[in-house]
């Protein structure tokens, strides 16, 4: 099936999906190497969060689009090239503050966009939104909470989260730059003008930030499409590893 040719909405529903899931598979790898326990299971948690919150965006696409699609076959037997993810979220984790870093400034990114489609005339989009808000609210609240408690706490910790947020800041500016499938939803409702939220988000960061005791970091943007399915070589990988059983096993009955 040739993705691109999926009406509007459907191909909303699948990046919006795509972030999800490939986030969701990111946290997915702390599992069992947490720095503490209790964060662990909290990262594990978030993991199933979001990997909850793309079957849903899954499923509806999978019902429009129809001919027998499914959640499975979108999540497994797309290639690299149809994937509309933010390249963002498909960077590896690094260390803990390579992953706190990248999912703070996702997160902030994610509420507006979810309060936005919220108010979509599209119900069923809206619905799964609002449900997600309150999911992502806190997701929000808990990578915020540590950065400021990185930024806010030792030397150590303070670099760290210094240089990770220098290593993660370049990735950013694909947020507001509206690719097709961004160019598409915004004229028929179905979300945001995703140049609209630069400045809120700016402003949510801004606010965290300065609690960390920490810079707006000052690098240069990359210029990025991955909403337009060209990504860095990390996509490749973790769809190689996400997608290897069911591949290898295409008609296996569990």
């Known amino acids: 099936m040739k993705w691109d040719t999926c009406d509007p909405s459907e191909q909303y529903l699948l990046h919006l999906g795509d972030d999800a899931l490939i986030l969701g598979h990111r946290l997915s790898e702390w599992c069992g ?37 499914t959640e499975d076959r979108l999540a497994y037997w797309r290639g690299e090239r149809d994937f509309k993810n933010h390249v963002m979220v498909e960077q590896p984790n690094g260390d803990f503050a390579d992953t706190m870093a990248r999912q703070f400034l996702f997160d902030a990114f994610h509420l507006l966009q979810l309060e936005a489609i919220e108010q979509s005339p599209d119900a069923d989009l809206a619905a799964i939104a609002r449900k997600a808000l309150k999911e992502t609210t806190y997701r929000a609240q808990h990578s915020s909470e540590w950065v400021v408690r990185m930024g806010d706490g030792t030397e150590e910790s303070h670099s760290r989260i210094s240089a990770a947020l220098q290593r993660i800041w370049p990735f950013t500016d694909e947020f507001f730059l509206p690719a097709e499938v961004d160019r598409l939803a915004a004229e028929r409702g179905l979300g945001p003008d995703v140049q609209s939220l630069r400045e809120p988000w700016l402003e949510l960061v801004r606010e965290v930030l300065a609690k960390a005791q920490l810079s707006l970091p000052d690098m240069p943007q990359k210029l990025l499409r991955g909403k337009s399915g060209i990504h860095s070589e990390s996509l490749g990988f973790l769809l190689s590893e996400m997608q290897g059983l069911p591949r290898a096993y295409p008609d296996a009955q569990w």
């Open 33 to 69: 190497h947490g720095p503490i326990l209790e964060e662990d299971i909290a990262l594990s948690n978030l993991a199933l969060d979001l990997v909850g919150l793309a079957r849903h965006y899954y499923q509806l696409a999978a019902k429009r689009i129809g001919s027998g699609m």
